[in-house]
């Protein structure tokens, strides 16, 4: 898998990253979805220099003019709940893209700090020979990544898998590296080093659903 760290180059990007990241911005939750949605689209900007281009005529008012346009058939999937604003970012730029949602949560049998992923919804277009970008804000264990992927495969074989996060840790990174196939491009605007106990990302934001519409009682 191509790893894409945005962070490793500094930009505008920082900016949003720190609000973020910072306690006494992220109570303004409006701000919060804004500063994903921005990310987002940043995101989707460099992920589109990599796409096919195809030459194109278009008509102006004076004449013509030759341009390269992106030719990929794109499908633009979010993990919800906390995917939304990450989703409406990358919509921005890809606005003829189809879209797909699944909803996938940590379900803790016994304790706080084991769970399972589990996916309850799914609405999804074809995606055979289809370019697939799947969008997760936070990237911690890789877990719900991967369990979207696999609850995708009945719907085709994508022709090219993009994935988009806002901030992931190191564990999480290497294991969707390692079950995605090689062709895979990840592109993550942070890496941080750890997952702390309950396999939240430290030092991450903590919980992208939270801050952007609410607590949740827990299930």
Excluded at 10 to 33: G, H, P, T, Y
Excluded at 180 to 209: C, E, M, Q, R
Aim: hydrophobic residues 40%.
């Amino acid at each position: 898998m191509t790893i894409h760290n945005l962070s490793l180059e500094n930009s505008i990007l920082n900016k949003f990253i720190s609000e973020i990241r910072a306690v006494d911005i992220q109570k303004d939750s409006m701000r919060f979805r804004r500063n994903i949605e921005r990310i987002g689209e940043i995101l989707g900007y460099e992920m589109s220099k990599t796409l096919s281009f195809n030459l194109k005529i278009v008509e102006t008012p004076l004449g013509q003019c030759k341009i390269d346009l992106p030719k990929n058939d794109v499908v633009l999937c979010s993990i919800l709940r906390a995917g939304a604003p990450l989703h409406n970012g990358l919509l921005n730029y890809f606005d003829n893209a189809e879209n797909a949602f699944i909803s996938a949560y940590r379900h803790h049998k016994h304790n706080p700090e084991s769970f399972e992923i589990i996916v309850e919804y799914l609405a999804c277009p074809n995606l055979e020979g289809k370019t697939l970008i799947l969008a997760d804000p936070m990237l911690a264990t890789g877990q719900s990544m991967v369990a979207t992927f696999e609850a995708l495969k009945p719907f085709g074989t994508p022709k090219e898998i993009h994935l988009i996060s806002v901030i992931g840790a190191q564990e999480g990174v290497n294991y969707v590296a390692e079950k995605f196939s090689k062709n895979t491009h990840l592109w993550i605007a942070a890496i941080d080093d750890t997952l702390n106990d309950k396999g939240y990302i430290v030092p991450g934001i903590g919980d992208a659903g939270d801050l952007a519409f609410g607590e949740k009682l827990q299930q």
